[in-house]
């Protein structure tokens, strides 16, 4: 999910005066998210001792861990320049491959690095998650060679645990620098990491709270007709049920104007004659909510359709909407009874040559 945090006039100066040096004198910037305001803020109280630039990749990457005051809370972003580590990188890979790499652009020697600690709150963690992709966009694609996140302060205390490989490098057997051990080390990082490493945030999973898992089974049995459900204090809640069979457009007064919910519904009908009843999976988002909540309910949907059908709901259709009130008949219905189009033939017409008659048959 895309998000509209605000970005500080001296952050875009800082790196732009950066971006545009050959060898930039900063090796990076820290930043991170205010939750309050809603923007990126430039750590600027960093001493240049700790910042600046110097022929030694890990020294100066080393200075990462002093940035961190809170190791088991804090979360950062790191533009780090690694021009000179994807050098080394590439030139003892030609050595071994052959491999030309000429046509690499330059340009791409940025890195976004992100810190999360895996004890952070997991609101923390979905809100780096979710914001990834806003400083590459903003700067410019072109700058950065990729994102790396890092979960274990250790790896920001070692330059050795830096693996990063850029996707265009892959091919060149980069991980053949690794040995097994450190292989097992990073796929069981991969594994328990709780955030995903990618510009497209796949969820978090939240627990079901007290009465969830039950509701869900009985609308799944058809017992209940509407499920609501809300994220609060870092589960899923219920937030209204109703045994009664409600129209959609009365679901709409059960749904707050500007906070999202999640809405499991059995829209029981008459269709052509016969009654049915396909269940309706409704994430509503209101643009009115504020940016924390929609990321929080954007990267808990999935998993949260994944917990139902484990219990054994398995909805028919799924729709998101950022207005309550289009949650509706009208709508449902164009999901459950999708209108068929007659195809229409366009043959095409013959052409009759000119200086030509009817055909003849020869005697």
């Not at 509209?4 to 100066?13: E, H, M, S, T, Y």
């Not at 809300?230 to 109703?242: A, F, G, K, Y």
């Not at 028919?316 to 009208?330: G, L, P, Q, W, Y």
């Amino acid at each position: 999910m895309h998000t509209n945090f605000a970005i500080p006039d001296n952050l875009i100066n800082a790196f732009r005066t950066l971006a545009q040096q050959d060898t930039p004198s900063q090796r990076f910037l820290q930043v991170t998210v205010n939750h309050e305001t809603e923007s990126f803020q430039l750590n600027e109280s960093l001493s240049e001792d700790v910042t600046n630039l110097t022929p030694d990749f890990g020294s100066d990457y080393a200075n990462l861990q002093k940035t961190i005051e809170n190791p088991d809370k804090d979360c950062s972003y790191y533009m780090l320049w690694v021009g000179d580590y994807l050098a080394k990188m590439r030139g003892e890979q030609q050595e071994s491959t052959n491999d030309d790499s000429s046509n690499r652009s330059s340009q791409q020697n940025w890195l976004l690095l992100w810190y999360v600690s895996p004890k952070s709150s997991v609101k923390d963690r979905m809100l780096y998650a979710s914001s990834l992709s806003i400083l590459p966009d903003t700067f410019g694609n072109h700058h950065f060679v990729g994102n790396y996140q890092i979960t274990d302060f250790s790896e920001l205390q070692n330059v050795e645990e830096f693996q990063f490989v850029p996707k265009s490098d892959r091919h060149l057997e980069a991980q053949k620098y690794m040995t097994n051990a450190e292989r097992e080390i990073q796929q069981e990082k991969k594994s328990i990491s709780s955030v995903v490493t990618t510009s497209n945030v796949k969820g978090v999973a939240f627990p079901l709270a007290d009465g969830v898992e039950d509701a869900l089974k009985r609308l799944s049995n058809k017992e209940i007709n509407l499920v609501v459900l809300r994220v609060e204090e870092e589960q899923i809640e219920l937030d209204d049920i109703s045994e009664q069979a409600l129209n959609p457009e009365d679901i709409q007064a059960k749904l707050p104007e500007k906070l999202p919910r999640f809405v499991f519904y059995v829209y029981k009908h008459e269709h052509d004659g016969e009654s049915q009843a396909p269940v309706f999976f409704v994430y509503v988002c209101p643009s009115s909510s504020k940016v924390n909540q929609r990321m929080i309910y954007s990267t808990t949907k999935m998993p949260l359709q994944s917990q139902a059908a484990e219990l054994g709901l398995c909805a028919d259709f799924a729709i998101e909407t950022s207005d309550r009130a289009d949650v509706s008949k009208d709508l449902l219905n164009t999901y459950a009874h999708p209108v068929e189009r007659e195809e229409t033939s366009f043959a095409k017409k013959k052409i009759k040559r000119p200086g030509k008659g009817r055909r003849r048959v020869a005697q």
